[in-house]
């Protein structure tokens, strides 16, 4: 069966430092996968989707970027943290026509 | 933008069917009805889809109307557990889902 695994589940950092969130896919080949954002109270927002290695689509202007390295592998990442970049983080995947699965998330807090 | 309305908030007593409505008038011939819960601090949980026939899994049961226009989402015996909030998306894929801010649904003892 697929699993989908995000780490860390929670992230104090401070503004102006660095960000790397990973995410893995298991049991399945050339996932679709995505990060998405949730701020406090509201919906999820589509941060960035990838049909394969090296193919990153960003939904919004921000400052984060995704990468895809392998697979099935997601990284999201940032050189310098903002406040507003505090959130609850979710990596997703997804098969060419299929729902999609998510992960626990990662609650990031910027300080 | 969001392409689905959905109330803010809906109770149910437990072990009563809980009924949750969307309605999504601007819905296109290739889009799929997808319903997903998140449970507080949890990342969404995938329900089911449909295109315009009625569906029905392990979880729910989805009711499309004939001119596509509105759904309900009915959980038939509702539990504790099932106290979540309930995104209802339309969407052509997996690759487009907007998450609105959904309907809280709260399961009464």
């Known amino acids: 069966s697929q699993t989908i695994h995000q780490w860390p589940a929670t992230l104090v950092q401070p503004v102006g430092s660095p960000l790397s969130l990973e995410c893995t896919v298991e049991g399945t080949s050339n996932p679709n996968l995505y990060w998405y954002r949730q701020a406090a109270g509201r919906g999820l927002q589509l941060l960035f989707y990838?049909?394969?290695?090296?193919?990153i689509s960003s939904e919004v202007p921000q400052n984060l970027s995704a990468s895809r390295p392998q697979d099935r592998q997601f990284i999201l990442s940032s050189k310098k943290l903002l406040l507003s970049d505090s959130g609850f983080y979710l990596c997703?995947?997804?098969?060419?026509?299929?729902?999609?699965?998510f992960g626990q998330g990662t609650r990031l807090t910027v300080v | 933008d969001a392409k689905t309305t959905q109330p803010p908030s809906m109770d149910c007593a437990e072990g009563r069917a809980a009924n949750l409505p969307c309605n999504h008038s601007t819905i296109s011939g290739n889009e799929y009805v997808y319903w997903y819960r998140q449970i507080h601090s949890q990342g969404p949980q995938y329900i089911i889809h449909?295109?315009?026939n009625n569906e029905t899994n392990e979880m729910a049961s989805l009711i499309i109307t004939e001119d596509r226009k509105s759904s309900t989402l009915i959980l038939p015996h509702a539990t504790l557990r099932d106290t979540a909030v309930y995104y209802c998306i339309v969407s052509t894929g997996a690759n487009n889902l907007f998450f609105g801010t959904g309907t809280r649904l709260t399961v009464i003892p």
């Open positions: 449909g295109l315009k």
């Open positions: 997703a995947w997804s098969g060419r026509n299929t729902e999609a699965f």
């Open positions: 990838s049909v394969g290695i090296g193919q």
